[in-house]
């Protein structure tokens, strides 16, 4: 079984229409840690070894959140910027993180056509997510393709249970060591990977 660390950031979880249904649950699914960073550090006085050592105890690195002006939350910025050490996370004597797996979880207030070059936003999801893949690449992590969440003003109570059931599902793929790589590697979206 692999272990999964969900690096959960919403600095307003009290408005979430779908991030607060997609954690429900996650907490009792074995194999599985869900790690609230606005909850553990408040004041955003992040402890590196102890971040470290969660990194250093999981296969699976999740970083789930609100798409917040084409990125992630200021403290999963704050996060990178002091847990990924030159020299523990990358450079050559930097390897503590080499062949784990990661990708991000997201929602979006914008549809999914408003990301497209031809789009609203002129960019893919992807292409906006690029400085994470970058950094992934660097640190020696096996980088794959989002879980993303569109339209979360006006999306159903109903689709917002469907997503929750796949985004569970594909955790428990995951942590079962169920999940075909190359099938993933070639999606645009984890969402996909049932289709």
């Not at 105890?57 to 200021?74: E, K, M, R, V």
């Not at 969440?149 to 159903?156: A, N």
Request: aromatic share 14%.
């Amino acid at each position: 079984m692999k272990k999964i660390l969900v690096l959960f950031a919403h600095p307003a979880l009290q408005k979430s229409r779908v991030n607060k249904h997609l954690i429900d649950g996650l907490r009792d699914m074995a194999g599985i840690t869900f790690h609230d960073l606005y909850h553990a550090y408040p004041e955003f006085d992040i402890d590196v070894e102890q971040e470290q050592a969660l990194l250093s105890g999981h296969d699976i690195i999740i970083f789930q959140h609100p798409f917040f002006w084409y990125s992630t939350p200021a403290i999963l910025k704050e996060w990178q910027d002091l847990v990924l050490e030159h020299g523990w996370a990358y450079g050559s004597d930097g390897n503590e993180l080499k062949g784990k797996q990661f990708f991000n979880v997201m929602t979006t207030g914008g549809r999914k056509i408003a990301y497209a070059e031809d789009g609203y936003n002129r960019f893919t999801i992807n292409q906006l997510l690029a400085p994470l893949e970058q950094t992934m690449f660097l640190c020696k992590v096996i980088y794959l393709p989002p879980f993303v969440v569109h339209g979360t003003h006006s999306i159903t109570q109903d689709k917002i249970i469907t997503y929750k059931k796949k985004y569970h599902q594909l955790l428990t793929l995951f942590r079962d060591d169920q999940i075909n790589l190359d099938k993933v590697r070639k999606l645009r979206y984890l969402n996909d990977y049932f289709e």
